[in-house]
């Protein structure tokens, strides 16, 4: 993962261990909603950018406090103008 549990964490102000598993899913699916905009893995970057980390915190927050009607259209409008740089033309 491009940043950690205990990260994210710390970003949602959340305390507890209880909602480890919940969160640690949505990471991972902030990651792969990145690597699919960026039209490349993550882990072929020797360093990831602030941006790309930020829009993985902005997904796992939108998931985290949106999580009963996720507004999907809204997030991926967000990443795709935070990544735009970083996008390759294709796969």
């Given amino acids: 993962m491009v940043i950690t549990l205990k990260e994210v964490k710390t970003y949602l102000r959340v305390d507890g261990d209880e909602e480890d598993m919940l969160i640690t899913s ?14 490349y893995a993550l882990d072929e970057l020797t360093l990831v950018p602030e941006t790309v980390k930020q829009a993985i915190f902005y997904i796992v927050g939108q998931l985290y406090e949106n999580r009963e009607q996720v507004p999907i259209d809204e997030i991926l409008e967000v990443v795709k103008c935070l990544l735009f740089n970083f996008r390759k033309e294709s796969w």
């Fill in 26 to 39: 949505f990471i991972i699916a902030a990651e792969e909603m990145c690597e699919g905009i960026l039209r």
